[in-house]
């Protein structure tokens, strides 16, 4: 039987729309023959990963882009056939348990090439794999000057699909100095494999910060884009130069985070609300509790920070969030109810809350806002 949405105390919806435009909108970036990458790791930055890998792969993207084995497995599973990269860390036994679901893997360090050379002695087909080079992050990948030696212990019948690097720093708006190192690296590394005689297919540098900045000629062979596709910016900076009104790229938020009320109260002035008695209330007031708090993924930094919309009026959180609930303030609210829909994230009458606002009070980016929001809450696709 299904559940609708009035069964849930907390739920996240998903615009599908929003989602397909926003893909298009970034496809329409991107020159003839580049591919893209849709990163959907860590629950597609909390869209719901199975429903949203779907949408990108069926309406605008080459390939889909995870952090884990499980992450790709789940999507074979429920039928996804583009091509599948695991980005981050596997495990030498994930990578053998995982061969027969065609995942491709990000190699960094010598021991992967051991660990696909033992899958090739049992007559084992080879996961396809690209090389991440270390270009100036200083995370995952083989530096520069490690590199020639790397290369040199990679069998020469070993089919290297593709090479990559992340930018650290594309995201500056004002000096490109970095990212102009970053990329001079990764044509070094480039000569290297050329003169090791390893010709990558596959050359792929930009995600969404150097998809917006950098010069087309940068896409490469693929771009790998998160945080776009799902309508939110890497800082207010890019929402500000890249999506002002009439002549930004249109891109939308797809999510939208929910509560309700679950109790009304009045209380007298100076009265305080939540554990800690951080806050007292100055005036009499009508307060709601809410059954959202941070194991929801409601950050404990909103605390008396944060604002809430119910029947289309902001209204502030009051004290500490909990657990599992928080205070509001709802003295503004014309006539509530309990079970009344409260917006978290989106937009109710005339006003609208985003995931870069809240972001901002908990001193944080929307990435984090939006992919801590708790994947066991349902995720409803309209």
């Known amino acids: 039987m299904e559940v609708s949405k009035n069964s849930y105390k907390t739920w996240v919806e998903v615009d599908k729309e929003a989602l397909t435009e926003n893909a298009r909108i970034v496809r329409g970036l991107l020159g003839t023959n580049t591919r893209l990458m849709a990163v959907v790791k860590s629950n597609a930055y909390g869209h719901g990963l199975i429903e949203t890998a779907k949408i990108f792969s069926k309406k605008s993207a080459n390939w889909l882009g995870v952090d884990n084995v499980d992450e790709a497995i789940c999507l074979r599973k429920v039928g996804v056939k583009v091509p599948i990269m695991v980005l981050g860390y596997t495990s030498s036994e994930m990578i053998k348990t995982s061969n027969k679901y065609n995942l491709r893997f990000t190699v960094y360090e010598s021991g992967i090439i051991d660990d696909f050379s033992k899958i090739r002695s049992k007559k084992s087909k080879i996961p396809k ?22 290369l040199k212990s990679i069998p020469k019948n070993f089919d290297i699909e593709g090479v990559l690097s992340h930018l650290a720093n594309a995201d500056n708006l004002s000096d490109r100095t970095f990212p102009d190192f970053q990329l001079g690296e990764f044509n070094r590394a480039l000569i290297m494999f050329k003169d090791c005689g390893f010709k990558p297919k596959i050359k792929h540098i930009s995600a969404t910060t150097g998809l917006l900045t950098l010069p087309q000629e940068n896409q490469l062979d693929m771009v790998r884009v998160g945080i776009a596709l799902y309508g939110l910016w ?81 209204c502030k959180i009051l004290g500490r969030i909990s657990m599992n609930l ?45 992919s801590r929001i708790n994947p066991l809450l349902p995720r409803f696709y309209i």
């Open 129 to 150: 794999f690209h090389i991440k080079i270390d270009t100036g992050m200083s995370r995952q990948g083989v530096t520069i000057d490690d590199l020639p030696n790397f």
């Open 234 to 314: 890497p800082s207010p900076e890019f929402r500000e130069k890249f999506n002002s009104p009439g002549h930004g790229l249109g891109i939308v938020p797809a999510l939208s985070w929910k509560t309700r009320i679950a109790q009304i109260k009045k209380i007298k002035a100076g009265t305080s609300v939540g554990y800690g008695v951080t806050e007292k209330v100055d005036k009499d007031s009508v307060i709601a509790v809410l059954p959202v708090g941070y194991y929801d993924g409601y950050f404990r930094k909103l605390s008396s920070a944060a604002e809430v919309l119910v029947g289309g009026k902001r």
């Open 326 to 370: 928080s205070v509001v303030d709802i003295s503004v609210a014309k006539n509530p109810r309990v079970l009344d829909e409260v917006v978290l994230i989106g937009k109710q009458g005339g006003e609208e809350i985003t995931a870069e606002e809240l972001a901002e009070k908990a001193e944080t980016i929307s990435y984090e806002v939006v």
